[in-house]
Every structure is written in C-alpha cells, then in structure tokens.
C-alpha cells in the first residue's frame, strides 16, 4: 500500500505527464467561469453543470428525455439541502477530524443517490462531485485509486483517503514552506493541493494498473 507521502519532485514528474494532456484543464476551468461567484446547488442550471462536468470527467451519467424523470436533478438538489452545510470551506491542508467524519458521511450519501434509473450515482462520481464543490479541501479518486490505497469505496474507506491526503498535503507544505507555493513549484500553477495529489495518484497508480 502507498502511505508515504509524495514529495514535490515526485509531484512535479507527475505533472509533467498530467500537462502533456490535451486540453487537461478545458473542462475544469469553464466550470469555475460558469458557477462563479460559487456553487447553489438549489439552482437547476448549477445541477445540469455539475452533471455535464461529470459525464466530461467519465462518469457517464444519462441525461433524461424530455418528460422523462431526472433522478440525479431530484437526487442532487435533496443532498445539497442536507448536506451543503457539512461541507468544509479550508482547505486540504486545514481539515479537522470533524470535517473529514462529515464529509465521509456526505460521501456516502451522495454515492448512494440515485443517478439515473437504475443506478445509483457511485464511488466514482461522488468524489470527483465533491471535489468539484470543493476543490481546495476534497481529494477525490478513481476506483483503481481507491482500491489500491484502501481497499475499499464506502464511507470508511473515503474518510481513509481524506486522513491520508491531509498528512500527505501538510508534507508538502512543509517542504515548499508555503501552501499557495506548490502550485508553481511542480508546474500546475492554479490548481489546488488536492487536485495535484489526485493527479500523482492518477499517474503513478491509474496509468500504471
């Protein structure tokens, strides 16, 4: 298993893959202008965005037909009425105990959200929809990701990968001597702390599975 936290020549050697990507960040960025100055899930138009950047993450979630039900529009404006407030406004580096048990259970709702007919909204896109929301303070993950550092995709094991990506986070800090340094040091200037760990993680374990 992979506990030792990265240090930032290996974060920079990631990088390096990460931005031979073609448009890498296209999808990301766009986001951001479109639900700027923030995200109200209470608001349709913020819910279809949310599902468009998923299904262009890979997620692959149906849109309905016109008349059909819309589970994930139903599911995901439900969620957010409960959920929104337990969600961290920090950072990755910042996250106190509490906030890692609440975003666990918010995890473990939200993947058990029905999606589409059928189908809940899983693992997978739950993390990266957290992420979205919470792109400073959340690390999200992939199946491969999960199941290699934790064997699991519940709750249990996202709180796991929470507590792992805070201690690997503050290491980081530590060597660059400043949060807001990292960025530029291993060459993703503007991305957050946790979305650079998930890119170490995708590259040194998705692209190698």
Same mark, same amino acid.
């Given at each position: 298993?992979?506990? %030792?936290?990265?240090?930032?020549?290996?974060?920079?050697?990631?990088? @390096?893959?990460?931005?031979?990507?073609?448009?890498? %960040? @296209?999808?990301?960025?766009? +986001?951001? @202008?479109?639900?700027?100055?923030?995200? $109200?899930? &209470?608001?349709?138009?913020?819910? +279809?965005?949310?599902?468009?950047?998923? $299904?262009?993450?890979?997620?692959?979630?149906?849109?309905?037909?016109? &008349?059909?039900?819309?589970?994930?529009?139903?599911?995901?404006?439900?969620?957010?009425?409960?959920?929104?407030?337990?969600?961290?406004? &920090?950072? +990755?580096? %910042?996250?106190?105990?509490?906030?890692?048990?609440?975003?666990?259970?918010?995890?473990?709702?939200?993947?058990?959200?029905?999606?589409?007919?059928?189908?809940?909204?899983?693992?997978?896109?739950? #993390?990266?929809?957290?992420?979205?929301?919470?792109?400073?303070?959340?690390?999200?993950?992939?199946?491969?990701?999960?199941?290699?550092?934790?064997? #699991?995709?519940?709750?249990?094991?996202?709180?796991?990968?929470?507590?792992?990506?805070?201690?690997?986070?503050?290491?980081?800090?530590?060597?660059?001597?400043?949060?807001?340094? @990292?960025?530029?040091?291993?060459?993703?200037?503007?991305?957050?702390?946790?979305?650079?760990?998930?890119?170490?993680?995708?590259?040194?374990?998705?692209?190698?599975?």
């Amino acid at each position: 298993m992979l506990t %030792d936290a990265p240090d930032l020549a290996g974060l920079r050697e990631a990088a @390096v893959v990460f931005n031979g990507f073609a448009g890498v %960040d @296209v999808s990301w960025e766009r +986001l951001l @202008v479109d639900i700027a100055p923030g995200w $109200n899930l &209470g608001k349709a138009a913020h819910r +279809l965005l949310l599902l468009r950047w998923l $299904n262009s993450w890979g997620c692959r979630i149906r849109y309905p037909r016109p &008349g059909e039900p819309a589970p994930f529009d139903a599911g995901i404006k439900a969620w957010w009425r409960t959920w929104r407030s337990a969600l961290p406004s &920090g950072s +990755l580096v %910042d996250l106190s105990d509490r906030d890692i048990d609440q975003v666990a259970d918010a995890y473990a709702a939200l993947s058990a959200m029905p999606a589409a007919a059928g189908r809940q909204l899983g693992p997978t896109a739950a #993390a990266k929809a957290l992420f979205a929301l919470r792109p400073d303070a959340i690390m999200p993950w992939d199946a491969t990701i999960a199941t290699r550092l934790h064997g #699991a995709r519940d709750g249990a094991a996202f709180h796991r990968h929470l507590t792992l990506g805070r201690a690997w986070a503050r290491s980081v800090v530590a060597e660059a001597g400043a949060a807001d340094a @990292v960025a530029d040091l291993v060459g993703r200037p503007g991305m957050s702390l946790a979305k650079i760990l998930d890119e170490y993680l995708y590259v040194t374990i998705t692209m190698t599975a």
